[in-house]
């Protein structure tokens, strides 16, 4: 039954006559499941991460219908109502005592347009305040709510506050605004809890975030955003991708979903334009004129077991160097390895590495913890390069450090090496389907997700696992069985896969004979 809510109309649904039908039409059971639903969310594994996160600023990325709003409103919940759930062990809110207020805590909830703040989080928040059963059935709990909520003028059925009983015994409001509303909505009073919900966008999308910022400032506030990427990178994305102590990106792909199963998870995708898959599916920022490669994803996953390789098939890895090892604004250092079966001309890349703010021997040694680290080893003509203090080459260092490296840099069989034609070459690959990827490596496809053109031009940022990617492409001819001994005197893969453990000197793994190829 519809709650007749007109532009004059201010206030909502009284919660004590919600209460009393409700009581007088449900079990205590029944009662419990539909007005106390924040007492039976169970977060997935991403959203446990979000909110056990001891960051000031948060954000949540998430493909379309993986939770992510769901998971906002269970987070408002805990706060302002002050009753955790007992797996929760993120930052508790604690009462400002030092400065004077009407409320022991003040919240604010947010998302793009007034339609968009009624539809979405207000329902997640609070139910649908229309229907005259409504109110009580979102996050918030029904007997935590405090008198009738305050309505917004001119839009029918958006709510503007909620006043709220708190589990201390003190009082909270929430309050919900609209990007559309401007800057000036989000100034005033100091606040809490500030949730965003989708990106503010490009400017004042900024602005607002700032805002946002000021209003925390004497009460140690704290943002959180939950969104889908659609916009690109915004402002208040590349905030979080700058790195803070203060902030912390966590990203929820429909694979993270418990309760999707593969079937629908794939017919979703399907439905997604090819240019929004890596965003709506994955929480992958959209990219700039359009992905660099197309060909979905799950075309060009494996599920190959290693230990069933032919020993005849020809393996070969590739590195793209790191070039100001410790340093924080130094590009990771890439490493993946790739077998060729040489009967179907396939490349199955069967494991990477993406390592950061580490030394040439930590590499090799994070290298030499996978069984076939001992494959040829192609890399990037920047491993001419000498070290200023050695005068020593990239490519000798990891030489002297036990990698079986090829004697030149990876080129095409004419000698060359240009950067679009590496590109060229691997998306013939992809779409013959004859350059496979392990489905385990996330790393990976996170790369060829937002690998994208902007003015024309690939934007060769986070493309690290890629771009050793490209290497093994043009350097193919370098790749060789691998049926003799190591170079350190351990067995050789042909001998690994047979002696049942598969530990060796110098691995970190021990005892690896449970472990699944690939994994």
């Given amino acids: 039954m519809d709650r007749a809510m007109t532009d004059e109309f201010l206030e909502g649904p009284d919660p004590n006559e919600v209460r009393k039908q409700a009581k007088r039409m449900c079990t205590a059971a029944e009662y419990q499941r539909r007005y106390n639903r924040s007492a039976f969310y169970r977060p997935n594994k991403k959203q446990l991460i979000f909110h056990n996160s001891p960051h000031k600023e948060r954000m949540l990325l998430g493909a379309n219908q993986s939770g992510k709003t769901h998971a906002g ?73 405090v008198g009738r909520p305050t309505m917004a003028r001119g839009i029918s059925g958006w709510v503007d506050t909620v006043n709220l009983r708190r ?29 965003l919900d989708e990106d503010p966008g490009y400017p004042p ?5 700032g805002e946002a910022l000021a209003r925390g400032v004497t009460t140690d506030g704290r943002i959180y955003c939950t969104m889908t990427p659609i916009l690109g990178k915004t402002p208040v994305r590349k905030r979080y991708l700058e790195a803070s102590p203060d902030r912390a990106s966590i990203k929820m792909t429909l694979d993270d979903v418990d309760h999707l199963d593969p079937a629908t998870i794939a017919a979703k995708i399907a439905n997604y334009k090819p240019s929004e898959r890596a965003t709506r599916a994955y929480g992958e920022d959209m990219a700039g004129e359009g992905a660099v490669f197309e060909i979905p994803e799950e075309n060009i996953k494996h599920r190959l077991d290693a230990a069933t390789i032919p020993d005849h098939w020809r393996w070969l ?15 990771p250092f890439a490493w993946v390895v790739g077998v060729l079966d040489p009967d179907a001309d396939i490349i199955y890349i069967m494991h990477a590495l993406l390592l950061r703010q580490m030394l040439p021997a930590n590499h090799v040694a994070a290298i030499k913890s996978y069984p ?22 990239f490519a000798d260092i990891y030489k002297k450090l036990g990698l079986n490296m090829t004697g030149s840099h990876a080129t095409f069989p004419d000698g060359g090496y240009s950067f679009e034609a590496g590109i060229a070459a691997m998306e013939r690959r992809f779409a013959e389907g004859k350059l496979k990827v392990a489905a385990h490596l996330g790393e990976w ?9 902007e003015n024309g031009k690939i934007n060769k940022i986070d ?57």
């Avoid at 919900?176 to 809890?193: M, N, P, W």
């Fill in 445 to 453: 496809f996170e790369e060829y997700r937002s690998y994208h053109r």
């Fill in 463 to 519: 493309d690290d696992l890629l771009s050793a990617t490209r290497q093994l492409v043009m350097g193919l001819r370098e790749a060789r069985p691998l049926t003799q001994l190591a170079s350190d005197g351990g067995p050789s893969m042909f001998q690994r896969k047979r002696g049942g453990n598969y530990a060796y000197k110098g691995s970190t793994l021990g005892d690896t004979g449970d472990l699944p190829w690939g994994a």
């Fill in 205 to 209: 999308g900024d602005e607002i975030y």
């Fill in 372 to 393: 076939a680290w001992d494959a040829r080893t192609t890399w990037g003509h920047d491993g001419n390069v000498r070290d200023l203090s050695t005068g020593t080459t």
């Fill in 73 to 145: 409103a269970a987070e408002m919940s805990f706060h302002a109502t002050g009753r955790y759930p007992q797996w929760y062990k993120g930052l508790v809110f604690v009462p400002n005592t030092r400065t004077e207020r009407t409320h022991e805590f003040i919240g604010w909830a947010a998302c793009t347009s007034s339609l968009a703040v009624r539809d979405g989080l207000q329902i997640k928040l609070f139910g649908d305040v229309t229907q005259t059963d409504g109110l009580g059935t979102g996050l918030i709990p029904l007997d935590f709510i």
């Fill in 317 to 331: 890895a590739a590195i793209d160097f790191s070039h100001a090892g410790l340093s924080s604004t130094a590009h």
């Fill in 167 to 195: 589990e201390t015994g003190g009082n909270a409001i929430i309050r919900l605004k609209s990007y559309e509303q401007g800057r000036t909505a989000f100034q005033g009073e100091s606040v809490d809890i500030i949730w």
